[in-house]
């Protein structure tokens, strides 16, 4: 069965670095999202991508934020400058249409 | 994906039990819903999803009852297993105005006692 992937399962960065959290969607998915997750919280919504460009981002998706799909098969969310608040469980997510596949996220940790 | 929160709603039914796990929304113009699961460590599971032109919809083992007069989503599954030890949560999207972000639900913690 697909899957989406994510990668590295834990990351550990030290505040004021650039991190770069990788995804490989579903390979026939359109949609493309990042969610998060803080320790003890719900999952909230990051940002949505569709044809190469974003549709649509919630106000946690400031300038620091930047996603990509630098070819056929990754999707990628770098965060510039890392704050200690920026530590929490990133999900990468894909669909065709409205049924979202999660993939097993990212802990990052921020030091 | 540890949703370890102190203030989760805990729902402990016996193994073979029916479970009932409830969620309020408040945006009626909420048109699609979904039901996930998330286990220790893990992402969102999909379970089963509804449209708003519905008010019931089963899969295997599980059934998902939308009202949308009261704004209330519920998840039923059957014959619970120890297996279905997760935090359950609802989302919404409201897609009738393009949008596909999903909002989710605080959760419920659900607890099978062999």
């Known amino acids: 069965e697909p899957e989406v992937t994510q990668t590295p399962s834990h990351q550990v960065t030290q505040m004021g670095q650039e991190v770069i959290l990788r995804c490989v969607p579903i390979?026939?998915?359109?949609?493309f999202y990042w969610y998060r997750q803080i320790l003890g919280q719900k999952v909230e919504f990051l940002v949505s991508?569709?044809?190469?460009?974003?549709?649509?981002k919630s106000e946690i998706f400031d300038d620091q934020f930047s996603v990509e799909r630098p070819d056929g098969s990754n999707f990628t969310l770098k965060i510039r400058s890392t704050k200690l608040e920026d530590s929490a469980m990133y999900f990468c997510?894909?669909?065709?249409?409205?049924?979202?596949?999660f993939g097993p996220g990212t802990r990052l940790t921020v030091t | 994906g540890e949703s370890v929160g102190l203030h989760l709603p805990t729902l402990s039914v016996q193994e073979g039990d029916n479970s009932i796990i409830n969620c309020a929304y408040s945006?009626?113009?909420?048109?699609?819903f979904i039901w996930y699961k998330q286990e220790s460590g893990k992402g969102p599971q999909f379970i089963i999803d509804?449209?708003?032109?519905?008010d019931k919809r089963q899969g295997q083992r599980v059934t998902v009852l939308l009202n949308k007069t009261v704004k209330h989503l519920s998840l039923q599954i059957a014959a619970t297993q120890p297996g279905d030890s997760a935090v359950y949560f609802c989302?919404?999207?409201?897609?009738?105005?393009?949008?596909?972000?999903?909002?989710f639900g605080s959760g419920t913690r659900l607890q099978v006692q062999p």
């Open positions: 945006n009626s113009a909420s048109d699609y």
């Open positions: 390979s026939n998915h359109l949609y």
């Open positions: 991508f569709y044809n190469n460009e974003i549709s649509e």
């Open positions: 997510a894909s669909s065709d249409f409205y049924e979202q596949y």
């Open positions: 989302a919404e999207i409201a897609g009738d105005t393009g949008r596909r972000a999903l909002t």
């Open positions: 509804i449209r708003s032109n519905m």
